[in-house]
T-cell receptor, first 114, second 112 residues
């Protein structure tokens, strides 16, 4: 079975550019999570969706960040305009809704903003 | 105080050693406790999960939860070089919410 698929795997861009990260969750999963991982702050939840509806976006750091889930098989995380402090590894995870349900992570997008 | 504290290590042990990894937390409302393993340049993968207090064993891995002390542990017996990874604890409040609070992770290296 295919796992969570993220693209691109690596992204290097200049400050001020728009960045779009993409995620395809595992088929049949109805919850989707976006995380950011840095050495300083560890793994932080940015936003999560249930049945394509955003439930909690309190982790989104600034208005420059936005996320959408137009259907059950696709989600995007957009940063506009990007800044060097946005450099991190961004993970998408999916799972079935519920506190005891495991989250399955993609291999992440390594983002560098110059 | 952060909600979940975890010693970042690094922790280096010889092959065959027993490894103990730990997390402390501050919020007594946490109900579900998980351990994820993350290999370099990969996403975290679920290793173990427990509900409330107690022990859970799966092969060489044992997870312990002590809610009275707000302390959770992961033990790895007969550690192997393939266990070299970063181990992250995670927990959530239960109910219908699925959002996890993660520790920063402990980097483990098992030397052959």
């Amino acid at each position: 079975d295919a796992g969570v698929i993220q693209s691109p795997r690596h992204e290097v861009t200049e400050m001020g550019q728009e960045v779009t990260l993409r995620c395809k969750p595992i088929s049949g999963h109805n919850s989707l999570f976006w995380y950011r991982q840095t050495m300083m702050r560890g793994l932080e939840l940015l936003i999560y969706f249930n049945n394509n509806v955003p439930i909690d976006d309190s982790g989104m750091p600034e208005d420059r960040f936005s996320a959408k889930m137009p259907n059950a098989s696709f989600s995007t995380l957009k940063i506009q305009p990007s800044e060097p402090r946005d450099s991190a590894v961004y993970f998408c995870a999916s799972g079935r809704w519920g506190a005891n349900q495991p989250q399955h992570f993609g291999d992440g997008t390594r983002l560098s903003i110059l | 105080q952060k909600e979940v504290e975890q010693d970042p290590g690094p922790l280096s042990v010889p092959e065959g050693a027993i490894v103990s990894l730990n997390c402390t937390y501050s919020n007594s409302a946490f109900q579900y406790f998980m351990w994820y393993r993350q290999y370099s340049r990969k996403g975290p993968e679920l290793l173990m999960y427990t509900y409330s207090s107690g022990n859970k064993e799966d092969g060489r891995f044992t997870a312990q939860v002590d809610k009275s002390s707000k302390y959770i542990s992961l033990f790895i017996r007969d550690s192997q070089p393939s266990d070299s990874a970063t181990y992250l604890c995670a927990m959530n409040y239960g109910g219908s919410q699925g959002n996890l609070i993660f520790g920063k992770g402990t980097k483990l290296s098992v030397k052959p």
